[in-house]
């Protein structure tokens, strides 16, 4: 243990170092160590068995990476105080705090609401327990800072929350495409007029960090497998609550009880925050597999299917493809669906379903990695002579269906 903070070993990084005070003291609230609970994946699992690590590996290896990042500035001559590094670091530590069960799996469907926003709401929840020291990392968090570095250094498209995710996600799946050399990012990054740059060193490690994020993308985040057990939870889940809003009961936690019977909208937040966050903080993987167990035993039968489907990994067929589905086709795959298993053109939307996904590498405009050349000059990377990272946004349809379905 170090006089100065706690010491961690990360798979990833080796030691880390937690320093004390309200920084370690956030690290141990029930809030944060809810994250414990998450994982970072979802479903990733049943495609890639390794990964099985958490938001709270993730975050903790964000704030790492923070920490040297602006030592890095640090060293270079960039004006940072130590109330604005740590400010930085409470805001990366907690940039995923609103996170619900399997992550990005179910959001927008236990409550209608960005994780981003409820992390702003528990910051400031926390904010009110801890004296107001929280006030500079909300700034900060929300771009209300005029260092505007500190924001991109969090949230931008090299900020350190993709740096972390990117190495800890390549490593437990296995991918190698995903390997980044976020070392030698760090060692290149740069302040020009208050915005974070990259120094003309730092290019083809920028180039390869956007590359592996798009291979990411394709071979693991939407991962044609993984899609589908995402889609199949969603529907689980919402049929479950149409089912107890018509009066049926399962034996689930309370909290998870709370958001099944509840009609909650986006102002929700503002108008019922604390019993919101009371219940929301008490919901983690372990609620939704319990959940799933108990909906397997249920008599009725889209949710048994569904339910049992997802427990024995026994998932649906997906089909994946540029170009939209025919309307046809969808048609009658749905009849086939109503045929075999004896059910309603009601019931048969939470047995057949459909989508897209979309994927940029890169994205143009105001919000650009900028370039720091070695007369001084900076211009966007899309500027760049050797430029040639794909622009266009990339989409794929897909359609979901029982596997013992004869078509």
């Not at 590359?211 to 939870?233: D, F, I, N, P």
Request: net charge neutral; aromatic share 10%.
């Amino acid at each position: 243990m170090s006089n100065n903070g706690k010491i961690l070993n990360d798979p990833i990084y080796g030691l880390i170092e937690i320093p004390y005070g309200i920084i370690y003291d956030l690290m141990e609230h029930r809030y944060f160590q809810r994250l414990r609970r998450i994982n970072q994946l979802g479903f990733t699992q049943y495609v890639y068995p390794g990964a099985t690590h958490t938001r709270f590996n993730h975050t903790l290896g964000a704030l790492h990476l923070m920490q040297k990042a602006i030592r890095t500035l640090l060293a270079k001559g960039i004006e940072i105080s130590p109330e604005e590094a740590e400010a930085a670091s409470i805001a990366i530590l907690l940039h995923d705090i609103g996170h619900g069960p399997f992550s990005h799996c179910l959001e927008y469907n236990l409550l209608p609401i960005e994780h981003e926003e409820l992390s702003i709401a528990f910051m400031e929840k926390l904010n009110e327990e801890f004296g107001g020291r929280l006030s500079l990392a909300i700034r900060i968090f929300k771009n209300d800072y005029h260092k505007k570095f500190l924001h991109q250094l969090l949230s931008g498209q090299l900020d350190m929350d993709r740096m972390d995710y990117l190495t800890r996600d390549s490593f437990f799946t296995g991918v190698l495409e995903g390997v980044v050399g976020y070392d030698r990012i760090i060692k290149m990054l740069n302040v020009h007029n208050g915005e974070l740059v990259i120094e003309h060193k730092g290019l083809y490690s920028v180039e390869s960090f956007l590359v592996s994020r798009r291979l990411m993308y394709w071979q693991v985040y939407l991962h044609k497998t993984v899609v589908c057990a995402g889609e199949m939870t969603i529907a689980a889940i919402k049929r479950a609550r149409e089912l107890v809003k018509s009066g049926t009961t399962f034996n689930l936690s309370k909290s998870l009880n709370f958001f099944l019977d509840g009609a909650f909208t986006k102002d929700s937040l503002h108008s019922d925050r604390d019993s919101i966050l009371h219940h929301f903080s008490r919901l983690d993987d372990t609620d939704i597999l319990t959940a799933l167990k108990a909906f397997g035993e249920s008599d009725d039968f889209v949710l048994s299917f569904l339910s049992q489907s997802l427990v024995s990994r026994k998932l649906f067929r997906v089909k994946m493809q540029t170009e939209p589905f025919a309307d046809d086709y969808i048609a009658s795959i749905k009849e086939q669906t109503m045929k075999q298993f004896s059910i309603s053109a009601a019931d048969v939307k939470y047995l057949v379903f459909g989508g897209q996904e979309t994927n940029k590498a890169y994205v143009t405009g105001s919000k650009e990695i900028m370039i720091k050349l070695p007369s001084g000059e900076v211009k966007p990377m899309s500027e760049w002579s050797e430029y040639h990272i794909p622009g266009r946004e990339v989409v794929k349809h897909f359609v979901c269906y029982p596997k013992n379905l004869i078509i």
